[in-house]
């Protein structure tokens, strides 16, 4: 469990992952020295919920065990958990990092793109629109199509989105 937490691509599955980018708890940061701070928090509320009889069978992770977890995050109880945590490992010398991680992107991945592909980028102001006619390394040459033809991109992948499809 620990070890999928210190990967960027198994740390978002986890429940408590989700609960950091989600709920906005410590900034919405996914950092391993995070997770593992939150991971606490989270079977620590379980304990307060369970003791406080608000553990019910088939919905556990219910409004009253969100609302405990809310109150550790806000009273600063999380963030001195996260803080004893950082001291702790420093003191053993063992590595937790604080660096958040950079969560795993399609769009930015090479393979997602290939040539003769529609795609469009801009934002909903301003929108252009091209084909794909090189998959550079982190970039995509773009011909634009449309109003915007005539006039060749370079285009950021993560900026880049399929004209069709779902995503
Ligand atoms: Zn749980």
Redesign the pocket.
């Given at each position: 469990m620990i070890k999928a937490k210190y990967h960027p691509d198994t740390a978002s599955g986890w429940?408590s992952g989700r609960e950091i980018l989600k709920r906005g708890y410590f900034n919405g940061e996914l950092s391993p020295l995070n997770l593992l701070a939150h991971t606490c928090c989270?079977?620590f509320a379980?304990l307060l919920q369970h003791s406080a009889g608000q553990r019910f069978r088939g919905s556990?992770?219910n409004r009253h065990f969100y609302a405990i977890l809310d109150e550790l995050h806000d009273s600063g109880g999380a963030e001195a958990t996260r803080q004893a945590l950082a001291k702790r490992a420093d003191e053993q010398n063992l590595t937790l990092p604080e660096m958040p991680f950079e969560l795993p992107d399609p769009h930015q991945k090479r393979t997602h793109w290939q040539v003769g592909q529609a795609i469009y980028f801009g934002n909903a102001s301003k929108e252009f629109h091209g084909e794909i006619v090189r998959v550079n390394r982190k970039t995509c040459t773009v011909d634009g199509t449309g109003k915007s033809r005539g006039t060749r991109y370079r285009v950021p992948m993560q900026m880049l989105r399929k004209t069709h499809g779902d995503d």
């Open positions: 429940l989270h079977e379980h556990v992770h």
